[in-house]
């Protein structure tokens, strides 16, 4: 291996091609702006005390902040307190804070699993909507959260426009004329798959063709990638968005614009999240000791927040622009440690996973062009969990290798949502060591990856050489035990790139290339 002092800059940055997609539009506020201070407090140490069941009372202040102007933040004092049913969160404009995330700050203990509480009628809806659903086991091995928000109009979603026109990589979306979107709005850009199991837009968005694709993604009723987008200008048949767009938009690709409501600022901040230290359920039996499931949410964020004996510690879905930095998972193992799916531009970072639970980080169904940075894992497990995931970034990532299988690359997922991923996704300044150096015959090797195109894996190394790896078609390798990597997390970099004024990159095809198969 080279001695960290030999600084290097990959040959990725300094050339057009291959592409790399541009993450730094993932975050709160496109990582442009600082979390909101409050404009009112609802002071809770005059309306609880530690040991008391905190559920009502936190629910009610969660009504009032939902009828006042502005960032309401409600503060919890130092303290235990219980919880004993969800704590949903239905309106915006609401931060709940602790005074701190260790044990002698505020410690919110969940003493049952949800699958034992009352499912008020919301809860009871998102059961019906997946009872016919093609899963297995329990539905709380996969959403659901004690901290649960959810928008109270539910899933309506409008069709804004059809027959539109975008470049992968840019900003601007040509639509028809009397299209009623305005410059401010969030809109829903979709992709249907109309075209069977072997489509132009399943070609486009893995890069893969003749292969067997899962039955999920050739259902047209529902669009297979969606993101979510912000119109900074809007004319009488153009709209340019915020950020980039994560495909071509045409008709052959099954392209559309759409509204649905959402939820914005929401805030957790500066607590303890504690269940009981029993043993694990297993895989796909979880019972629901789930800490937190941001759902719906445009701008929110998590921020020094620790979840202990979590089946699923920290969770997003159908929610973008969302940040979760200083997050812990820790205590006995579980299902998912920290997961986003169906949602873009989420930002997780400055993260542990201290515990043994079956996959760490996950980049789950239906997500793109989110991102993983400066983490820590004490189970090096990068999981790429089928479901349509594409263009994610793993981004400065250490672990501890105490194994003997290293397992960086195993993957679970539904083979109905198959491949196990589309093109794109990176792992830059992945680093493992391995606690015995000793016990393990160098060089590494690693699962086969066989049905990811296009992946980009930079700056790979451990203290023990990994062997050739076998991943994907086209999969773009550079730096393999190679230490001393000069830009440290790719994220930054683009950001720092994009805030300056700088290009961050651009489409891989150009203005009018067919989508690569």
Known sequence: MTDESESWTPDILTRKKPFLPDWSYAGYRWGEEVFPGPMQVIDMAGRVRSGDDATAALQDAIVEAGTLDGQTMIRFPPGTFEITNYIAIECSGVTIAGSGSGPDGTVFRMPKPLDELPHPPEIRELEAEFSGADRSGSL?????????????????????????TGRRGGHRILVPDGHGIKAGDVIQLQWFNRGGNDSLLLRHIFHMKDIDFGKNLA????PIVVQDATVVVARRNRIEIKERLAHHMRPDLGAEIARRPMLSNIGLEDFRIVFPDVPYAGHLKERGYNAIYLQDVRHGWVRNVTAVNADNGFMTALSSQVTMEKITVEGRGGHHGISYSRGNGVLVKDFRVLNETIHPITAGTQSHSCVYTNGW????????????????LFDSIHGDQTADTCVLFRHGGNAAWGPTAGAFNTMWNVELTFADPTRHNAPIRMRRVKSAADARIIGLRANVPFGRLRYGPRCYIEGLNRAGIAVQSLYRFQLDRRLAGKGTGDDPDGPSAAPAG
């Open 140 to 164: 709380f091995s996969w959403m659901g959260g004690y901290f649960w928000s959810r928008h109270p109009g539910g899933q309506e979603i409008r069709s804004m426009a059809r027959e539109v």
């Open 219 to 222: 259902a047209p009723e529902e």
């Open 377 to 392: 894992l004490a189970k090096p497990n990068l999981d790429q969990h089928r479901g349509v995931n594409h263009q994610n």
